[in-house]
């Protein structure tokens, strides 16, 4: 969940304590040479994330002959950080004057780690426990990343523009979500597992270099902290007590608890269900980040011709769309893959249109001093539960089967509808 503001396309420089300047208010995104810089930054990096998820467990199971347990911590390894730094890194954000020399940073030591993965086999040095340890290192790296980024984002483009900005980021989470896992298997295939991780460091480089080419002035003026704890609990107060914040924090916890649960039975459901051939199945997920896409391209222009409060209304009603048509499904296999290709596609697009527009609701809604702990706080929210949900997916299905879950996620999910309309998000 991003911010920004605009910033000079030439060497003309306004005052540093100049957040919004008015001349460069109306010029398209796609002109503005910082917003592009921190656009292919974030693309090249997600990118990269996605081809690690294939090749860093591949590396575990093919050359390490890791086991069910340490695939288990190795896959623990990365939400781990998440939980343990989220609110903290949210309060360090807000104390600083400059956001970008942390991002930078951390993008430097990802690709660190990264590195030592390839370097480490080939020294015939590598196991699953050093594995594990980059997997924490590239978490925790991401983790205070993304809490750096969002209230740096206020400094690269305009408030009027945010919106815009935030879809074109989350065009970017799924073309790496499509072309991500087929690039990785690719290199796996081509260059082996540990060198396919290479690349994840390459990207992480790149995206460093990009962040680091980025002119604008940064003039964030720092929140007064009490301490570290009372940040973090101050966070949460503002968080939890503003009724718009409140409703975002709701909604997104409440979708991502059914929605984990949802994910934890999917595949057992397609194949033994629902009969689903498994190339099918990979298929169905690609279609959904190209409905991602559609997505983000349809957000902005509804947007500016209903704002975000409607649209973000208006898609929320959408989200138990597939699951319901999942729980429902039978008959010809022709007929269930075309129901689910035309689902997977809408809820695609509907998740990429509400999470834009949460986005720009947190930004506009938050207090700007205490941005970064509004946003760690709903993010390690919504990331806490996903654990829960799915073991709570597995276990519901060990009791009432398959098709009752996957009835029970969809009506969970719909409880998010009533989280924002019954918010001030409803009033014009």
């Known amino acids: 969940m991003p911010d920004q503001r605009t910033r000079p ?57 890791a086991s069910p347990a ?7 390894a990365a939400f781990l950080p998440a939980l343990l730094l989220g609110l903290h890194s949210g309060a360090i954000a807000d104390r600083l004057r400059r956001h970008r020399p942390v991002m930078i940073a951390c993008e430097l030591v990802a690709a ?81 597992a540990p060198i396919a991780v290479f ?25 007064v902290s009490r301490g570290l704890t009372r940040d973090v609990l101050e966070g949460l107060r503002l968080t939890v007590m503003h009724p718009t914040l409140r409703a975002l924090l709701g909604a997104g916890t409440t979708i991502n608890l059914f929605a984990m649960a949802y994910i934890a039975v999917y595949m057992l459901y397609m194949v033994n269900v629902l009969d689903i051939p498994q190339a099918l199945i990979g298929f169905l997920i690609a279609v959904g980040g190209l409905g991602g896409l559609l997505g983000a391209w349809a957000t902005t222009r509804l947007v500016k011709r209903f704002g975000e409060n ?17 729980a429902a499904l039978d008959g010809p296999l022709w007929w269930k893959f075309s129901a689910l290709l035309v689902t997977g596609a809408i809820t695609g697009a509907i998740v990429v249109a509400f999470s834009t527009c949460l986005g720009a609701v ?8 205490a941005r970064g702990r509004v946003n760690s706080t709903i993010s390690f929210a919504t ?46």
């Open 9 to 65: 396309m030439s060497n003309t420089r306004p005052h540093p304590h100049t957040t919004e300047p008015e001349m460069f208010h109306h010029t398209p995104l796609r002109k503005q040479r910082d917003y592009r810089l921190l656009w292919l930054a974030r693309t090249t990096s997600i990118t990269g994330s996605e081809v690690s998820k294939l090749a860093i467990p591949l590396t575990a199971v093919l050359l390490l002959s």
């Open 70 to 76: 340490q695939m288990g911590l190795l896959t623990s």
């Open 112 to 192: 660190v780690a990264a590195f030592s993965v390839p370097v480490a086999w080939l020294l015939g040095h590598l196991s699953v426990t050093w594995l594990i340890v980059v997997a924490l290192v590239i978490g925790s790296a991401a983790t205070v990343f993304k809490a750096a980024n969002f209230p740096h984002l206020a400094a690269v483009v305009p408030a009027e523009q945010r919106t815009e900005a935030l879809a074109g980021f989350h065009a970017s989470y799924s073309l790496a979500s499509v072309a991500g896992p087929s690039l990785a298997g690719l290199l796996v295939q081509a260059l082996t």
């Open 199 to 223: 690349v994840e460091g390459c990207s992480f480089l790149v995206s460093a270099l990009l962040l680091r080419s980025i002119r604008t002035p940064e003039a964030h003026e720092p929140a």
């Open 310 to 326: 409607r649209v973000l209304l208006g898609s929320i009603l959408f989200f138990p769309l597939d699951i319901v048509a999942v």
């Open 362 to 369: 947190l930004l506009r809604e938050a207090p700007e001093a």
């Open 383 to 428: 990331q806490g539960v996903m654990a829960i949900g799915g073991v709570a997916g597995g276990l519901l299905a060990e009791l009432i089967g398959l098709r009752p879950v996957i009835w029970v996620c969809a009506a969970g999910i719909a409880l998010s509808i009533i989280w924002i309309w019954a918010s001030p998000l409803r009033r014009p």
